[in-house]
């Protein structure tokens, strides 16, 4: 006779509020995410608005990429100490509001001002939803499900960010990128008084504001440098100093950490394999996703000359992926462990890379280029649940903010890398090609500044193609275009062997140094057949 066991309704009343807890967390993670890809598609009306050039645009971005990845650990710290809601909704409100002074900007300074603010108030918000998402959900099955929508939601965002800004862009002006985050945050405000719980540390000691101190700066100049080495060049002086002093104060961060009593990161974490290593894969992992998507944009818009939203549309399959993996991969730690599943995906991601770097003007679509988007995303898919999960399962409960935040910095860190490294060998190839080219042009066809952003990337095809063919010969524009192509697909194949050659490394490491089998620590398999549970593993 089968027995069947059914939950109480206090039980039930309770897990549905915790997966109510959820989407509002995840609602919060999509606009910190999302804003991170969403202006991209919008630089090239920005500059033409704000007459800048590409060092402005770059800025555009960038800004916002800095702030962020420096502030990410201090807050993560404030939230485990004041609570992890209330910095959260201070950080939603404040990305309400500098969205707002960005949409009304009408200088270039002002958007940068505005994007860099933005970055500010979203390092609060976004170590505070994986904090939140490891205190709400204790139990192992559902603390399992729930980081795994977690790291869809962000594959996700990441993905979608070039289709919701080609699509506001062919209906609105470049304002629309600022504008649409007004209502998702107040909405994500109202929904986190409602539904989110608070949590925060029971073990509080003194305020480590030199740690603060010493993180924010060792981080913001060692991004810095990462950021500009294209512009400066990575060996200049401006490059090599900046790098060694964003070390130095890590060092020291490092040093000082070892010897507080109440430091904002213990250090001896990073000596457990199942902290470190996981959050090595998930560095190099966004490594290759954020380096793979600055090359899919310069082919998809550079070579193909595909508009903004079609674009978006073709890179579909790329946020679908991530959001099938996500659940894939638990899967795959269910049954086998963490290591394997992190060793697949990283190897998947490589397979991706691959053959993404195999493409020319003439690929199939869905023959050649949908293969490399889907096995890309599919790996980082699966590498990202299992290794956050194992992260966040080597840390106490009153970490979980600072744990947090480490696992978010080393993806911004590492997608930062990608662009700047991958994006780096790109500009290479395609400056020495291109360049000589357009220096030939007169400076009545091209101005200084048109010069500068054809040189500069191949999404300067579809402006080129808009200009008056008289006087400019047909034939000499066509002889520009084809070398562009060509220059942007070389150093391309280029940038993907090093991205493929990395995540096989990484690969080859976790596999030899991260502990094979399923144990205690990466296993939920026995809570998908229990058939009674205790009331205890659920929060109140």
């Known amino acids: 006779m089968t027995t069947f066991t059914v939950d109480p309704p206090a039980l039930l009343e309770r897990r549905a509020h915790r997966f109510l807890a959820l989407a509002v967390i995840c609602l ?11 202006v991209n598609v919008a630089l090239p009306s920005i500059g033409v608005e704000l007459s800048t050039g590409v060092s402005g645009l770059q800025w555009v971005v960038d800004a916002y990429t800095l702030t962020f990845a420096g502030l990410l650990l201090a807050f993560g710290n404030l939230g485990d100490r004041y609570g992890r809601r209330r910095v959260m909704m201070i950080g939603l409100v404040g990305v309400g509001a500098m969205s707002v002074a960005g949409a009304l900007s009408t200088s270039l300074d002002g958007v940068i001002a505005a994007r860099a603010a933005m970055g500010v108030f979203a390092a609060a918000v976004f170590p505070a939803t994986l904090a939140l998402v490891i205190n709400i959900f204790t139990d192992r099955r559902e603390r399992a499900l729930a980081i795994a929508a977690w790291t869809a939601m962000a594959g996700f965002a990441i993905a979608i960010g070039p289709i919701s800004g080609g699509w506001l862009l062919e209906h609105f002006s470049w304002h629309s990128v600022f504008w649409i985050n007004v209502p998702v945050a107040l ?5 986190t008084m409602l539904w989110v719980p608070e949590s925060r540390s029971s073990e509080v000691g003194r305020l480590d504001l030199p740690g603060i101190a010493l993180s924010i700066a060792g981080i913001t100049l060692l991004v810095w440098a990462i950021i500009e080495a294209p512009r400066y060049g990575w060996m200049s002086a401006t490059t ?13 961060f490092i040093a000082w950490e070892l010897r507080t009593r109440a430091p904002i990161l213990d250090m001896r974490l990073f000596r457990n394999r199942r902290f470190s290593l996981p959050a ?3 560095a190099v992992g966004y490594f290759s996703m954020f380096g793979f998507l600055f090359l899919i944009t310069q082919y998809f818009q550079g070579v193909r000359e595909y508009s ?11 946020a679908f992926s991530v959001a099938l993996g996500a659940p894939i991969a638990t899967l795959l730690a269910q049954r086998l462990g963490t290591t394997p599943a992190i060793v697949f995906g990283l190897l998947l991601t490589g397979l991706g890379l691959y053959l993404g770097g195999q493409v020319t003007v003439d690929s199939g679509y869905l023959t050649e280029v949908l293969p490399s988007m889907v096995s890309m995303a599919l790996g980082l898919a699966i590498v990202q649940g299992p290794a956050t999960e ?18 978010d910095t080393t993806r911004e860190f590492g997608g930062t890398l990608g662009v700047a490294v991958l994006g780096s060998i790109v500009a290479s190839y395609y400056t020495t090609k291109v360049a000589p080219l357009v220096d030939r042009v007169p400076e009545s066809l091209m101005s200084a500044n048109e010069k500068d952003f054809a040189k500069a990337t191949p999404l300067s095809v579809l402006e ?9 010969f047909e034939s000499q524009r066509e002889n520009i275009i084809t070398a562009m192509k060509a220059a942007c697909l070389e150093g391309s194949h280029a940038a993907s062997l090093v991205a493929t050659g990395a995540v096989v490394v990484c690969a080859v490491v976790v596999a030899i140094l991260l502990p094979w089998g399923i144990t205690d620590g990466d296993s939920v398999l026995l809570g998908w057949r229990r058939t009674a549970r205790s009331t205890q593993d659920s929060p109140d």
């Not at 999509?30 to 804003?35: A, C, Q, S, T």
């Not at 909405?187 to 929904?191: P, S, W």
């Open 28 to 38: 919060a993670e999509l606009l910190v995410v999302l804003d991170n890809t969403i």
């Open 187 to 191: 909405i994500a405000v109202v929904a």
């Open 240 to 252: 090599l100093l900046a790098a060694a002093g964003g070390v130095a104060l890590l060092a020291a």
């Open 280 to 282: 090595l894969a998930i």
């Open 308 to 318: 903004p939203l079609e674009f978006g549309i073709a890179s579909l399959p790329f």
């Open 390 to 407: 194992s992260i966040m399962s080597s840390l106490p409960l009153n970490e979980a903010g600072a744990g947090s935040a480490v696992n």
């Open 464 to 472: 080129m193609r808009k200009r008056e063919l008289a006087p400019f």
